[in-house]
């Protein structure tokens, strides 16, 4: 039989599911933690069940007299001390980890357009794979202006910035970013100095016959794993110590400071900025400025090793969507008298995990 002495009375009071205490449509709160007795205890606990005949145990609480009714099913799962706290699905906890070879021995996860269009099992496991392994690649889909805006509806809506709702990667006369020259750039996340950043990126490529160009991705949550276990004062450091990113030019001004490791209140792996291009001038004393920039070179030096990035070639038609708080990208110089263009956007990722959890509410339902 289920104990409820564990049970803080504040906490199995906030969580009473009768209709008193929620919206029975939407299942929202219709008190205020205030609005509770201060002297809240639990009166009775007898055994009961719901409406749906499922075992339950009924509460008496005093000294009002509420009476809450907790399926068993709930009190299992939920009861401090029955389950370990569950992650918001954003924590290295949630993910599967990984480098070239691991990920080679699982296959590649690309989902093929027509198929992710119109049938939701694709589609799940596409959307799955972003969150778990941090990056699909969509192949087939329409070799068209603007349609990786199309791609990023299919499981959200599109986060506009200072550089529109969607952005040119080609060669520009007058670029007021490098990714938009020939320039090989290193594994980096995008839009560091952005608070918040954006969660998702997604790049389609319309056509890619320069010499040159080829694409690559890191498991920056793996790389930040493996620094911890190399060199845990490094490690330490890259989470503690702010980093001020910024991106100016003639319309925009952005800043954020951030570490360029960042944990949840567990100490959890959650986020990594990582771009040397954004990178200002960190103010500190001497000594924290020196442990800084080795264990900055440590980590910069760790996401180089050829066994963490995954290269690969984007071809007409690929779209790639992959998590920008998590994944590096880069790629390899190219000819900028070749024909190299791709077109991308942001998005978020609760728009992408909502979206997935909808799909298997249906699929569970079918």
């Known amino acids: 039989m289920l104990s409820l002495a564990s049970a803080p009375p504040l906490w199995l009071r906030d969580n009473c599911p009768c209709s008193g205490c929620r919206n029975p449509r939407n299942g929202q709160k219709l008190f205020q933690i205030t609005e509770l007795p201060a002297a809240l205890a639990v009166g009775s606990v007898q055994d009961t069940t719901t409406a749906d005949g499922d075992p339950a145990r009924e509460v008496v609480w005093a000294p009002d007299g509420h009476r809450s009714v907790y399926p068993d099913a709930w009190l299992d799962a939920h009861l401090p001390g029955t389950a370990l706290a569950p992650g918001d699905g954003r924590t290295e906890d949630d993910k599967d980890l990984w480098d070239v070879a691991g990920l080679t021995g699982r296959g590649f996860p690309e989902a093929d357009w027509a198929a992710y269009t119109t049938d939701d099992a694709v589609r799940a496991a596409a959307l799955d794979s972003v969150l778990r392994l941090g990056f699909v690649l969509l192949r087939g889909v329409p070799v068209r202006d603007r349609q990786v805006l199309d791609v990023a509806r299919t499981f959200g809506?599109?986060?506009?910035?200072?550089?529109?709702?969607?952005?040119?990667?080609?060669?520009e006369a007058d670029p007021n970013n490098l990714a938009f020259t020939g320039a090989r750039i290193t594994p980096h996340t995008d839009n560091p100095y952005r608070d918040p950043v954006p969660t998702l990126q997604l790049l389609h490529c319309l056509t890619n016959a320069a010499?040159?160009?080829?694409?690559?991705?890191?498991?920056?949550?793996?790389?930040?794993?493996?620094?911890?276990?190399?060199?845990?004062?490094?490690?330490?450091?890259l989470t503690r110590v702010p980093v001020p990113f910024a991106f100016a030019d003639d319309r925009t001004e952005l800043r954020a400071h951030r570490p360029l490791i960042g944990t949840d209140p567990a100490?959890?792996?959650?986020?990594?900025?990582?771009?040397?291009?954004?990178?200002?001038?960190?103010?500190?004393?001497?000594?924290?400025?020196?442990?800084?920039?080795?264990a900055y070179r440590r980590f910069g030096e760790l996401l180089l090793r050829s066994e963490l990035q995954l290269d690969f070639r984007l071809t007409p038609g690929d779209c790639l969507v992959f998590d920008n708080t998590r994944l590096l990208h880069a790629r390899t110089a190219f000819a900028e008298s070749g024909d190299r263009h791709l077109q991308g956007a942001y998005a978020d990722i609760d728009g992408l995990a909502s979206t997935l959890a909808v799909l298997r509410r249906?699929?569970?339902t079918a």
């Open 362 to 364: 249906k699929e569970s």
């Open 157 to 171: 809506y599109v986060r506009e910035t200072n550089y529109g709702p969607l952005f040119e990667v080609r060669v």
């Open 211 to 237: 010499q040159g160009g080829d694409s690559g991705l890191v498991d920056g949550f793996h790389a930040a794993s493996l620094l911890r276990a190399e060199d845990p004062e490094a490690y330490r450091i």
């Open 267 to 294: 100490g959890r792996i959650r986020e990594i900025r990582f771009n040397n291009r954004s990178i200002g001038t960190l103010h500190q004393p001497a000594d924290v400025l020196d442990a800084f920039y080795a």
